[in-house]
T-cell receptor
Framework: DAGVIQSPRHEVTEMGQEVTLRCKPISGHNSLFWYRQTMMRGLELLIY????????DSGMPEDRFSAKMPNASFSTLKIQPSEPRDSAVYFC?????????????FGPGTRLTVL | RKEVEQDPGPFNVPEGATVAFNCTYSNSASQSFFWYRQDCRKEPKLLMS???SGNEDGRFTAQLNRASQYISLLIRDSKLSDSATYLCVVNEYSGGGADGLTFGKGTHLIIQP
């Protein structure tokens, strides 16, 4: 079975450009999470969705960041305009939420570098 | 503010030795606890859940101390393949799926031959 799929795996862009990160969760999973990981701050939850509905976006750093989940099999995280401090690894994760805690499965991540 | 604190290490340990590291959490309402493992330049993966009574999975033992608000991970007979970063994860909610997860910054473990 395919795991969580993320694209692109690497992205290098210049400050001010728009960046779109994509995620395909594991089929059948109903929760999707976007994380950002840096050496300084570790792994931070940006936003998560349950059944395609955003539940908590309190981790989104600022208005330059937006996330959508138009259907159960696709989500995007957009940064516009990008800044050098946005450089990080962005992970998408999915889980099957059935009440008790369910394991989150992470994608391979997108390594973003903003010059 | 939710905080999960870990010693970043690195812990340099000879192969075959036993190593243990702790993690403290600030929110006394936290309900469930986990250890994730992250290899270099890879994604985190669930290693094991941590139950109140403590639990063991092969060479790995996890303990929870609610009174002192810390969890621990013990690795016996360490292998070279155990070299990784171990992330402590705390869930604030009970039975709420994976909402409210807070990750520690991780403890870096290096097993030396």
């Amino acid at each position: 079975d395919a795991g969580v799929i993320q694209s692109p795996r690497h992205e290098v862009t210049e400050m001010g450009q728009e960046v779109t990160l994509r995620c395909k969760p594991i089929s059948g999973h109903n929760s999707l999470f976007w994380y950002r990981q840096t050496m300084m701050r570790g792994l931070e939850l940006l936003i998560y969705f349950n059944n395609n509905v955003p539940i908590d976006d309190s981790g989104m750093p600022e208005d330059r960041f937006s996330a959508k989940m138009p259907n159960a099999s696709f989500s995007t995280l957009k940064i516009q305009p990008s800044e050098p401090r946005d450089s990080a690894v962005y992970f998408c994760a999915s889980s099957l939420r059935t009440g008790a805690y369910n394991e989150q499965f992470f994608g391979p991540g997108t390594r973003l570098t903003v010059l | 503010r939710k905080e999960v604190e870990q010693d970043p290490g690195p812990f340099n340990v000879p192969e075959g030795a036993t190593v243990a590291f702790n993690c403290t959490y600030s929110n006394s309402a936290s309900q469930s606890f986990f250890w994730y493992r992250q290899d270099c330049r890879k994604e985190p993966k669930l290693l094991m859940s941590v139950y109140s009574s403590g639990n063991e999975d092969g060479r790995f033992t996890a303990q929870l101390n609610r009174a002192s608000q810390y969890i621990s991970l013990l690795i016996r007979d360490s292998k070279l393949s155990d070299s990784a970063t171990y992330l402590c994860v705390v869930n604030e909610y009970s039975g709420g799926g994976a909402d409210g997860l807070t990750f520690g910054k991780g403890t870096h473990l290096i097993i030396q031959p």
